[in-house]
């Protein structure tokens, strides 16, 4: 059994993916080929902004929002603690301080009321300068926007949804990746909307910063590439990849996302009862990057990891340790509370195999192997 089932995929769309890869091999446009540009449309389009600038990846998609924002040293950067490292090396990395934040015992992504006081720490210990929330719509869900944008208002700051896990999602019906106003998203092979390498991609309804974006991820290019107006980088999505992306983005729209969407409904009948599973807030539809569960204990979750991995099922733990454990972060970061919701998750969260081709029979198998390991 795969986690997530990418052969499954490439099998039902062969004869699409196929061509447009020999497309692009026959016309040997490799760099910024005409597909990029088709599939910027069609996924401003989709997730309803006006503006897609794709890139080479989903953490290159997060630092050039920020240079965007010309975030810097003496900056602070509110960031949730249980996410993907990216989230908050971006922050590092342009020299800003990230401020970890924690997060909802039912959605996982980051909490309003920390994010509020964090915010009025930062304020208060006067140092730094609060400069912009990173929100992460974590395992395909997207957070809280409604009560994140009322903070956001109060203290003026911009948003940048990393969207990496949550291209698909939606809250009432509009779009994850248009909640920001930087959002992004990658195209890693295991997200829900994936490549065949790596990609990403940036979504705003600033025509501004849509320019800077494509003049930045191009050597800060001017009227050409060789008339460079400022300091970037190379950061540009292939045009083979892009070429991929274009029928497996048809696929998502036309089926893939409701069949997760399935898979999850039947996970949550098999398992409601047994384990805790994951909390859908009315109005809100997840992508389901990852379908997690939470099991009562460490070590109740170690079990069940470890003796379905004898049967040939893999798991994964996302994510094993709180973001300002880490070592690249120690005397980096800055956090105001205990961060004990994260603290928890990291203990006992536990994802499943998880993808739009995974088969009724298997998901029967797995259930009834976890039920039997939990009464153990
Ligand atoms: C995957 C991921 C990223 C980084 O994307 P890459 O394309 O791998 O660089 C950033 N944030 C989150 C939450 C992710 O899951």
Redesign the pocket.
């Known amino acids: 059994m795969q986690f997530r089932d990418l052969k499954a995929q490439y099998t039902a769309l062969k004869e699409e993916i196929d061509n447009e890869i020999a497309t692009v091999i026959n016309d040997c446009n490799f760099i910024s080929g005409m597909q990029v540009t088709k599939l910027e449309e069609q996924l401003a389009d989709y997730v309803g902004v006006k503006h897609c600038v794709t890139c080479a ?6 630092m050039l929002a920020l240079m965007a924002w010309n975030i810097g040293p003496g900056d602070a950067v509110f960031v949730p603690d249980f ?2 490292f ?2 908050g090396e971006v922050v590092s990395y342009a020299g800003a301080t990230p401020i970890f934040v924690d997060v909802c015992e039912n959605t996982f992504n980051i909490s309003p009321e920390s994010l509020e006081k964090a915010i009025l720490g930062v304020k208060n210990q006067g140092e730094l300068q609060p400069k912009a929330i990173i929100s ?3 395992f395909g869900l997207p957070a809280d926007y409604p009560k994140i944008k009322e903070i956001a208002r109060k203290f003026n700051l911009p948003i940048l949804e ?1 969207g ?2 949550g291209f698909g999602g939606s809250i009432y019906g509009k779009k994850a990746c248009s909640f920001g106003d930087i959002s ?1 998203t ?3 092979p295991a ?1 829900p909307l994936g490549c065949y390498g ?3 991609a940036i979504f705003t309804d600033s025509t501004e910063i849509a320019y800077y974006l494509k003049s930045v991820r191009v050597h800060g290019k001017g009227t050409s590439k060789y008339d460079n107006v400022r300091i970037g980088v190379n950061s540009r999505l292939d045009t083979l990849q892009a070429a991929i992306l274009l029928p497996k983005l048809k696929a998502f729209q036309d089926y893939e996302l409701e069949a997760v969407n399935e898979v999850s409904e039947r996970y949550t009948k098999l398992l409601g009862g047994i384990v805790k599973t994951p909390v859908i807030e009315e109005g809100f539809l997840s992508s389901w ?1 990852q379908y997690s569960i939470l099991l009562e204990s460490e070590e109740c979750r170690d079990r069940v990891q470890d003796e379905l991995k004898k049967d040939g099922i893999p798991t994964m733990i996302y994510y094993q340790k709180p973001m300002h454990q880490q070592k690249a972060f120690s005397g980096k970061c800055i956090y105001f509370e205990e961060l004990k919701i994260t603290k928890m998750l990291c203990e006992r969260v536990l994802s499943l195999p998880m993808h739009p081709y995974l088969r009724e029979e298997d998901q029967i198998e797995i259930a009834k192997k976890i039920a039997d390991i939990v009464k153990k």
């Open positions: 990846n989903g953490t290159d998609a997060l996410t993907f990216a989230s992460v719509d974590l990393d990496a896990q992004t990658s195209f890693f997200k790596d990609g990403g990057a």
